[in-house]
């Protein structure tokens, strides 16, 4: 999921730069965003969605990066707080859910077997 943010964000750099670049920009902006997408697809069918949605936060932490090193864009200490912030929460919430765990795919016992009850 992470991999499909970074994606979306470069390709929202490309829209921004549309303007000035030119036509090129606008359609690899497209290009990279529907390739995140794709990405973003494929690990809903394997993940879970409490754990998944919840990491393309990380988006807003690319696109900080991406404003301040390739754009050149100031970011004030505020948003270098809400950075932290989203990282923390992002790194919570996809390391509580562990296999095992009770939660998800693969927790509990097999619908084909059965279970029996202890005396």
Not at 26 to 52: E, H, K, P, Q
Not at 89 to 109: E, K, L, Q
């Amino acid at each position: 999921m992470a991999v499909s943010a970074l994606l979306a964000s470069f390709g929202q750099m490309f829209w921004k730069m549309f303007h000035t670049e030119g036509l090129w920009a606008l359609v690899l902006g497209l290009v990279l965003y529907a390739c995140g997408a794709v990405i973003m697809i494929v690990a809903y069918r394997f993940g879970n969605l409490s754990v998944l949605q919840p990491m393309l936060c990380l988006s807003y932490v690319f696109a900080i990066f991406i404003a301040v090193f390739i754009l050149h864009e100031q970011v004030s200490p505020m948003k270098l707080i809400g950075i932290i912030v989203v990282i923390f929460g992002v790194v919570m919430i996809a390391g509580g859910d562990s296999p095992g765990s009770g939660h998800g795919h693969g927790s509990g016992p097999s619908p084909d077997k059965k279970t029996e009850a202890r005396p």
